[in-house]
């Protein structure tokens, strides 16, 4: 029996003021932050706040994501060594994408390309 990583059963709520002190820190913002995760989800703002509030585990929150980004797939590079188009676990390359578009975001590149537009 294999078991699950630890990063599916952790909150969401737990992770995201992660990823907002993060962007702060270099000058972006709460609001960057929440586009980002809007954009690769397909939450509105009214359920990504639902799913907050429930504190969702990562794997709930991908799992109830209404539209998964299709571009998405564009979203190439490292993140902690690994390379996120590689990532064979669907569940896990979703988690990267969002680290790597937090990443893109807190080394200041403009939100248009983040959103691969």
Not at 10 to 35: C, H, I, M, N, W
Request: glycine letters at 4%; hydrophobic letters at 45%; charged letters at 30%.
């Amino acid at each position: 029996m294999t078991t699950k990583h630890r990063i599916y059963t952790t909150s969401f709520a737990s992770v995201y003021p992660l990823y907002v002190a993060k962007a702060e820190r270099k000058g972006r913002t709460k609001a960057e932050v929440d586009q980002i995760i809007l954009w690769l989800t397909g939450f509105s703002p009214e359920a990504f706040a639902a799913q907050l509030a429930a504190k969702s585990d990562f794997e709930t929150f991908f799992a109830q994501a209404p539209k998964l980004n299709p571009a998405r797939a564009e979203i190439k590079g490292l993140v902690c060594g690994v390379r996120v188009e590689e990532v064979a676990e669907p569940l896990m390359r979703e988690i990267r994408y969002l680290d790597k578009l937090v990443d893109e975001l807190a080394k200041g590149k403009a939100m248009a390309k983040i959103l691969r537009a």
